[in-house]
């Protein structure tokens, strides 16, 4: 692809001020928010669909939870009052939401997907978002995660889990792109 269509939704997932608690350990791409601020402003400058996906958990320790300072956006991509906002109470964001209603029926097939956790939520609406026929982009680097502890105990980078979720993405489900890409294709 070397542009987008002029309908192509910009879907930013969980960019919460939970992600910003200690107990999520290291991170990845810290300038994953300055980049989520560039494509909102070019969404924002075109009048391109957007969506600003909201998580509300109900587990007692999550820092998504309801009614907590971490329930709100992040202030670099605070929506404002015409934007859609979209709340979801597991990792997939079609999950038990009317996602796929609102792009269905404004005709929005191609998806341009950025968030965390690059390895959870992003993953799991990129997946289900490919299943179900869309045209689907994430874009790595406003996209990240955390280090990971796997089941021998071993710890896995930030980086190398974000990179693994990514490969995971790209081909079968979605094409894994940079911010630069989608500037350049959104013009």
């Known amino acids: 692809m070397e542009f987008l269509p002029e309908n192509a939704v910009l879907i ?40 600003h996906v909201r998580h509300a958990s109900s587990e007692p320790n999550s820092t998504y939870r309801p009614n907590q ?7 670099e991509v605070q929506p ?5 906002i979209l709340t979801k109470h597991h990792h997939s964001a079609f999950i038990d939401t009317d996602l796929e209603q609102q792009l269905r029926s404004n005709g929005w097939d191609t998806l341009i997907i950025t968030g965390v ?15 179900l026929g869309f045209d689907t982009y994430v874009v790595s680097d406003a996209t990240f995660t955390f280090d990971k502890v796997d089941l021998t105990g071993k710890l896995h980078p930030a980086e190398d889990v974000h990179n693994l979720s990514l490969a ?9 792109v940079d911010t ?7 013009k």
Do not use: C
Request: no cysteine; net charge negative.
């Open 12 to 51: 930013i997932i969980d960019l919460q001020k939970a992600i910003d608690h200690s107990s999520w350990g290291k991170r990845n791409n810290l300038q994953a928010e300055e980049n989520n601020v560039r494509l909102l402003k070019l969404w924002r400058e075109t009048h391109r669909p957007l969506i």
């Open 69 to 75: 300072e971490g329930f709100e956006f992040k202030k």
């Open 168 to 176: 995971n993405m790209h081909g079968e489900y979605a094409t894994v």
């Open 80 to 84: 404002m009052p015409s934007e859609t």
């Open 180 to 186: 630069a890409t989608i500037l350049e294709w959104a």
């Open 117 to 131: 956790i690059t390895n959870n939520s992003v993953e799991a609406t990129v997946r289900m978002a490919g299943n």
